[in-house]
């Protein structure tokens, strides 16, 4: 089966299990969405969607952000690990949207990804789910689907994005790797995989993945 071939089957199969697409992280703008894609590292979406209340009830937009103190940020999202940095990285951020951007969220990558503790794949999320602009933020799940595929080599997040890229269709990003995180959580996980429930891999997956996978199963 050819890559392009491959892509096709990925896409027919998300679309027919997840016609609707739950958006992960809990959020009413661009705003609350950029912070709570920020607490989501090495965090899981349960974990944020539990903190994010709390902090935004004390503050929902930036001005109200920075009269609060990094330490009084820190305390509410400790639960979400890495809180000294990410609570410095909210505040300077909020601090940056009003001094530079009117309070509002940047639409567009440079400025993005010039704000503090806001990578490539934080602004990529933003851009596709509080924009529509056309991207394919790369996580843990894609990047690891993407090798069992066989539509990527696995050496790096940029290099998967860049394959994922050439590979689908432009017009299907922004949904389809909200699909593909999906489904490797429900499908394709990286501890406890079954491979009988995960269709896609069974179908168009990496010879020597799996291979592997029966190798670990078989009997000692």
Same mark, same amino acid.
């Given at each position: #089966?050819?890559?392009?071939? /491959?892509?096709?089957?990925?896409? &027919?199969? @998300? &679309? ?8 992960? @992280?809990?959020?009413? =703008? ?8 920020? @607490?989501?590292? !090495? ?5 944020? &969607? ?9 503050? =929902? ?6 009269? #609060? ?15 000294? #940095?990410?609570? /410095? ?5 909020? /601090?940056?949207?009003? +001094?530079?951007? &009117?309070?509002?969220?940047? !639409? ?14 934080? %602004?990529?999320?933003? #851009?596709? !789910?509080?924009?529509?602009?056309? %991207? ?8 690891? @689907? ?14 998967? +994005?860049? =394959? %994922? ?9 922004? *949904?389809?790797?909200? !699909?593909?995180? $999906? ?6 996980? %990286?501890?406890? $995989?079954?491979?009988?429930? *995960? ?16 190798? /670990?199963?078989?009997?000692?």
């Amino acid at each position: #089966m050819t890559k392009k071939e /491959k892509s096709t089957f990925v896409i &027919n199969t @998300l &679309n027919e299990l997840y016609p609707e697409i739950p958006i992960p @992280l809990d959020h009413k =703008d661009a705003y609350t969405l950029l912070i709570a894609v920020l @607490l989501s590292a !090495q965090c899981t979406d349960v974990r944020v &969607n539990q903190i994010t209340p709390l902090l935004f009830a004390k503050a =929902d937009n930036p001005y109200d952000m920075i009269k #609060m103190s990094v330490e009084e940020i820190q305390d509410i999202i400790r639960p979400c690990g890495l809180s000294p #940095m990410k609570s /410095k990285g909210i505040y300077g951020l909020s /601090k940056i949207l009003i +001094e530079k951007h &009117n309070g509002n969220v940047p !639409q567009n990558f440079k400025d993005l990804e010039e704000l503090p503790a806001v990578g490539h794949k934080t %602004a990529s999320v933003v #851009m596709s !789910q509080a924009f529509g602009v056309p %991207a394919f933020p790369v996580d843990t799940h894609i990047h690891r @689907l993407m090798y069992r595929w066989g539509l990527s080599d696995g050496k790096n997040v940029e290099k998967t +994005e860049k =394959d %994922a890229k050439t590979l689908f269709p432009k017009e299907r990003w922004n *949904d389809l790797h909200l !699909q593909i995180i $999906w489904y490797g959580r429900e499908y394709s996980p %990286a501890r406890g $995989w079954d491979l009988d429930k *995960d269709i896609i891999t069974k179908t168009i997956g990496r010879k020597a993945v799996i291979n592997e996978y029966y190798k /670990k199963k078989a009997p000692k």
